[in-house]
C-alpha cells in the first residue's frame, strides 16, 4: 500500500517570500504524483502533476514541484506567494496501475500575510 | 461553466437518520468519486463508479452506500449515521477514458455533515 506524508501541516509565509511544502511517499510500486489547492469553502483543485520525464514539473498560478526519486520526494514551490495564496494544499499519489485511487496527505494550511 | 455540484452543501441530521447527499456534474465524465474528509485528515475515498461500475474500498463501512442512477447523478446514503460520521463529504469525477492512475480529479465544494 502506499502512503503520504506532508511534513507541515500549517506555514505561515509572508507576501511576495518564497514557499516550500514538503511532501513524501512510499510506495513498493511506482508511482504518479499530484498536488491539489483547497481554497476557503471551495473544493480541491488540481495544481500540477508528475507523470513521466523531467522531474521538474509547472503547475498553474507560478508553483512547480520537483520529483525526486531517491528521496521519494515531491516538494511544492513557490518564489514569491501572494494573499491569494492561503490555502490548503495536497499531496497525492496514485499507483502506476490502471487503478482510481488517489491517496491523499493529510495537507498543509499556508497562511499568507501582508 | 462545466462543473460538479454538491447540495446541500451544509447537512444537519439526527443520530441513526437516514441522510442522502447528492452530486451531479456537467462534465460528462465517467468516473464518479466519495470521499470522507474529517478535520486536518487526509480525503479517505469511500467508493467509486466507472460508469455503473460500482467500486468499494475495503474499509468502508457498510453503513455507506451510493447510487449512480445516470451518468451526471451520484448519490452518497448513510443509512443510520453516527457522531463519528460527521465529516466533510467531497465528491469528485475524472475522465476515465485513458490510464485511471493518472486522470485529473475535478471535485465538488463538498457537503458538510453534522450528526446531533
Known amino acids: 500500500a502506499q502512503s503520504v506524508t506532508q511534513l507541515d501541516s500549517q506555514v505561515p509565509v509572508f507576501e511576495e517570500a518564497p514557499v516550500e511544502l514538503r511532501c513524501n511517499y512510499s510506495s513498493s510500486v511506482s508511482v504518479y504524483l499530484f498536488w491539489y489547492v483547497q481554497y476557503p469553502n471551495q473544493g480541491l483543485q488540481l495544481l500540477l502533476k508528475?507523470?513521466?520525464?523531467?522531474?521538474l514539473v509547472k503547475g498553474i498560478n507560478g508553483f512547480e514541484a520537483e520529483f525526486n526519486k531517491s528521496q521519494t520526494s515531491f516538494h511544492l514551490r513557490k518564489p514569491s506567494v501572494h494573499i491569494s495564496d492561503t490555502a490548503e494544499y495536497f499531496c497525492?499519489?496514485?499507483?502506476?496501475?490502471?487503478?482510481?485511487?488517489?491517496?491523499f496527505g493529510a495537507g498543509t494550511t499556508v497562511t499568507v500575510r501582508a | 461553466d462545466a462543473m460538479v455540484i454538491q447540495n446541500p452543501r451544509y447537512q444537519v441530521t439526527q443520530f441513526g437518520k437516514p441522510v442522502t447527499l447528492s452530486c451531479s456534474q456537467t462534465?460528462?465524465?465517467?468516473?464518479m468519486y466519495w470521499y470522507q474528509q474529517k478535520s486536518s485528515q487526509a480525503p479517505k475515498l469511500l467508493f467509486h463508479?466507472?460508469?455503473?461500475?460500482?467500486?468499494n474500498e475495503a474499509d468502508t463501512p457498510d453503513n455507506f452506500q451510493s447510487r449512480r442512477p445516470n451518468t451526471s447523478f451520484c448519490f452518497l446514503d448513510i443509512r443510520s449515521p453516527g457522531l463519528g460520521d460527521a465529516a466533510m463529504y467531497l465528491c469528485a469525477t475524472s475522465r476515465g477514458t485513458g490510464q485511471g492512475s493518472t486522470d485529473t480529479q475535478y471535485f465538488g465544494p463538498g457537503t458538510r455533515l453534522t450528526v446531533l
Open positions: 508528475y507523470l513521466s520525464g523531467s522531474t
Open positions: 462534465l460528462n465524465h465517467n468516473v
Open positions: 463508479y466507472y460508469d455503473k461500475d460500482f467500486n
Open positions: 497525492a499519489v496514485s499507483l502506476r496501475s490502471n487503478d482510481y485511487k488517489l491517496s
